[in-house]
């Protein structure tokens, strides 16, 4: 049986400010789904409501150095998985080997406290699945507590979208929280690389985690790679 992705993606189409729109950063799924579909694994999109997955309009914005974004675009098919998602309260944890979670501002809102993603999160982890996240996609973890009550993100090394990349993508004052923070103070050891926007993942275990939309491809291919040691098919 073929290791089998869950796909998180968010339903949120704006910033509190309603004028600024947001969603999800397309390329952090079409460069994950890529690699996976390479695997040839299983892979299901869902979000935390169901329904329609808005795109973040900035990430449509460089189709010539995104190709996997400018193909995805392209075919109705795949635009047809964004447009009626499962609600992730529909969803088993058992029917999947890892669950990964992209980014895109959208996910500071509906992700965090979304019980239905944290049970899905802390069964796939506790079952020895692989637990990933990019860019904003690690505020889906931020309050996911494990059976023995503890932070998932207690004392691990994780990355994800910093303080100092908000500041330079100009969002910083739009956006409801900042993330490397929060992550800090839920006892996680963040990293992230020298540079900014430069691709730079993190591994603790089954845990799996990339900085920024150009680490999408990595942390994939890191997740394919722990995959392949583990039994698909718990």
């Known amino acids: 049986m073929s290791p089998r992705i869950l796909h998180v993606v968010t339903n949120t189409a704006h910033f509190d400010d309603p004028s600024h729109a947001t969603g999800l950063w397309l390329s952090e799924l079409t460069h994950a789904w890529e ?12 979000s935390p409501a ?6 973040d309009p900035r990430s449509l914005k460089f189709p010539a150095k995104e190709k996997t974004a400018e193909a995805w675009l392209a075919d109705p098919a795949r635009m047809a998985l964004l447009g009626d998602t499962p609600r992730a309260s529909e969803v088993k944890a058992a029917d999947f080997d ?13 992700f965090p406290d979304n019980t239905d993603l ?7 982890f506790e079952a020895g699945g692989v637990v990933s996240a990019v860019c904003h996609g690690y505020c889906g973890l931020l309050n996911t507590r494990l059976s023995d009550g503890s932070l998932l993100l207690d004392a691990r090394e994780i990355t994800g979208f910093s303080w100092l990349e908000e500041k330079l993508a100009l969002v910083d004052k739009l956006v409801p929280y900042d993330v490397e923070k ?15 926007f430069a691709p730079f993942t993190v591994a603790d275990g089954t ?5 920024n939309p150009a680490s999408a491809k990595e942390t994939a291919e890191r997740v394919a790679e722990l995959l392949a040691t583990l039994e698909p098919g718990r």
Do not use: C, N, W
Request: positive net charge; hydrophobic residues 35%; glycine residues 12%.
């Open 35 to 46: 690699v996976f579909e390479q695997h040839r694994f299983e892979q299901t999109i869902i």
């Open 182 to 196: 929060q992550s800090r103070e839920r006892g996680a050891s963040y990293q992230k690389a020298k540079l900014p």
């Open 118 to 124: 944290q049970r899905l999160t802390r069964e796939i």
């Open 50 to 55: 169901g329904g329609y997955v808005p795109l």
């Open 98 to 110: 890892a669950v990964y979670f992209a980014g895109g501002h959208g996910a500071m809102y509906d």
């Open 207 to 211: 845990l799996i985690t990339g900085q």
